[in-house]
């Protein structure tokens, strides 16, 4: 019963995977509803999760874990989404899309390849038929997990705490983690599927440590792609001529969380090694890309004086 398709389940989770996205790409494209988009994603990683434990039919402690991590992690994000967007109206996202089914198309293609590369070390481990006893490393992943996933929820209920204040209309979030990060809740899904990748290291054996690519695609999405890329687009057209703002950009670290005072006080360079990208300044107002050096005296001096 192990051995479906092929021993690793590659082949039948991408066929899961492609008919349940094609799914509701059809209902999207058919009735203009994107508020499910989202959910069939978070949901699809539970699907894989699931699927392939069962099927395996091992249940080997390590399989049992991961699998409990990765369906608590999508549960709570397909819920949290769906409960957003039903109170948000329509996702803004798409607005450039329901007339276009070429580019709908292209989205939902890439929502399953980001599911099916994610969860690829979940489904490594499902299928495996090794089971060494449980190790430091799988701790060290288990801990980052839920280091991960707690940071993501706490910052996104700020988020949408904040944002459900009618106090807060024409804001941009600054509280809570938000006054450590710029984008706390990427921080936490990056560093939750790299916990789960380093609690699966213990079962992989030569190709398969290429489940690595799971979290360095996502790594790679987040940073340079459909994450931090388009709402610091988007935040820096809608704010970046507020000096408030200019300094919460320059003192905030984009991803990873730090106090201010040691973030707005760093070198350019350290900065950008820290993901402070050029990337996420191209709509910066009056300031070009490499405004973390020419504003690092201005910006250490606001701090200062604050």
């Known amino acids: 019963m192990g051995t479906v398709i092929d021993s690793h389940f590659l082949a039948l989770t991408a066929i899961v995977t492609v008919g349940y996205q094609l799914l509701f790409f059809v209902i999207t494209a058919l009735f203009k509803f994107d508020k499910v ?5 978070s949901t699809n990683f539970i699907i894989i999760a699931l699927l392939t434990l069962i099927l395996k039919g091992s249940w080997h402690f390590r399989q049992v874990v991961l699998t409990f991590l990765a369906v608590v992690w999508g549960l709570r994000l397909a819920l949290f989404l769906l409960m957003r967007i039903l109170n948000w109206g329509e996702d803004r996202r798409f607005d450039e899309m329901r007339s276009n089914l070429g580019k709908l198309a292209i989205f939902w293609i890439f929502q399953a390849v980001w599911v099916w590369t994610v969860s690829l070390p979940v489904t490594v481990v499902n299928a495996s038929d090794r089971d060494p006893s449980v190790q430091a490393v799988d701790v060290i992943g288990w801990i980052m997990w839920s280091v991960g996933v707690s940071i993501e929820a706490i910052a996104d209920q700020q988020k949408l705490s904040f944002k459900n204040s009618p ?8 509280v809570g983690l938000w006054k450590y990060s710029r984008h706390p809740n990427y921080f936490g899904e990056i560093f939750l599927w790299w916990g789960i990748f380093v609690a699966s ?25 459909s994450g931090i890329p388009l709402l610091e687009e988007s935040a820096d057209k809608k704010f970046g001529n507020m000096p408030a703002y200019r300094l919460y950009k320059k003192t905030t670290s984009p991803l990873i969380p730090l106090p ?8 350019w360079w350290l900065k950008t090694i820290l993901f402070e990208l050029p990337l996420y300044s191209r709509n910066f107002p009056q300031e070009g890309p490499n405004w973390c050096r020419t504003n690092h005296r201005e910006s250490s001096d606001e701090l200062k004086v604050g």
């Open 260 to 267: 201010p005072v040691v973030y707005g006080n760093l070198p």
């Open 201 to 225: 290291t213990p079962v992989l054996d030569g190709a398969e440590w290429l489940v690595i690519l799971g979290p360095i695609f996502l790594t790679l999405l987040l940073l340079f792609i």
């Open 167 to 174: 106090e807060n209309r024409g804001k941009w979030c600054n």
């Open 37 to 41: 988009t989202d959910f069939a994603g």
